[in-house]
């Protein structure tokens, strides 16, 4: 057991935001993850790695 279960709910929330500010999905900060040595995908490249430019930059104006 790694924790205890009195502390799982705290636990919970501080690894989702822990995944929201460094696994970001587009591009994963996996060099910067404190908990990377238990992350199952850590440096793994996914399709949307591959191509460059597949998904806009932020603040870029998509148009119909």
């Not at 999905?25 to 060099?31: L, T």
Request: hydrophobic share 30%.
């Amino acid at each position: 057991e790694l924790f205890n279960e009195k502390d799982w709910v705290k636990l919970t929330h501080m690894v989702i935001d822990h995944g929201r500010a460094v696994c970001i999905a587009r591009r994963p900060k996996c060099q910067d993850c404190v908990i990377s040595h238990f992350c199952p995908s850590v440096g793994k490249k996914y399709k949307y790695h591959q191509k460059k430019g597949a998904f806009p930059s932020v603040g870029t104006k998509l148009t119909s």
